[in-house]
């Protein structure tokens, strides 16, 4: 059964820092891969799609790769802001089910001013 | 705009009486999904319909029943909630199945069942 993981569940840095956040799932037969942003008491948003022959994505500030056979995502953030503060999910479709998606638990974010 | 609304956001309800939270997209999109999340589990899948009257089960169907008679609507019914049914739940759609495109969220629903 696929299993996806974030770590950190939480982290905490200082205004300006370049960050990474990590996603793993045990299953490498993933269709997609998404990158979502959760602020409190909302719903989530989308922050970056990695398509299935795709490697990485850039949106502005953020970047996103994926290893496929390694089973890990990561999403870049650079010159974090105090508005970047939410919590991060990373989710798959899986290939054998692909209408099916699993989230991670989601890595909690305080950017401090 | 592009928007999937969700009604009620809030609701207090008892043990056995039937509710409906239903979920409206206006992006013409053929996959709609349901989730609910919970402190430690995470977003779970429900539900999900990759078009009108198609729909399957999620990871955690149990409880829940949904129909979708038309490409916009997509409810989600408890027949007869009970209290591990309190969760916030949320609605989602794209354009189609796969995660292939954009998922969008609605703003959640909170269910409390007493």
């Known amino acids: 059964k696929q299993e996806v993981t974030q770590i950190p569940a939480a982290l905490s840095v200082p205004e300006g820092e370049n960050l990474v956040l990590n996603c793993s799932f045990t299953d490498s037969a993933i269709y997609n891969l998404q990158w979502f942003r959760q602020d409190p008491g909302k719903g989530l948003t989308s922050l970056l799609l990695?398509?299935?022959?795709?490697r990485e994505q850039t949106s502005g500030r953020l970047n996103a790769s994926l290893d496929k056979s390694s089973g890990r995502s990561t999403l870049y953030i650079a010159a974090s802001q105090p508005g970047d503060s939410a919590t991060y999910l990373c989710a798959v479709s899986l290939q054998t089910s692909y209408d099916k998606v699993i989230f991670g638990p989601g890595t909690s974010l305080s950017v401090i001013p | 705009e592009a928007q999937v609304t969700q009604n009620p956001r809030y609701l207090i309800t008892v043990t056995g009486k039937k509710l409906t939270v239903t979920c409206s997209q206006n992006?013409?999109?053929?996959?709609m999904s349901w989730y609910r999340q919970d402190p430690g589990l995470g977003l779970r899948q429900i539900y999900y319909?990759?078009?009108?009257?198609?729909?399957d089960k999620g990871d955690v169907p149990e409880g829940y029943k949904v129909s979708r008679k038309e490409k916009r609507n997509f409810p989600l019914i408890l027949e007869s909630p009970s209290p591990n049914q309190t969760s916030l739940y949320f609605c989602a759609s794209s354009f189609n199945g796969g995660m292939g495109n954009t998922i969008y969220f609605g703003e959640g629903s909170w269910l409390t069942v007493v």
């Open positions: 992006m013409n999109h053929e996959y």
């Open positions: 990695i398509q299935s022959s795709q």
């Open positions: 319909s990759m078009n009108v009257e198609v729909t």
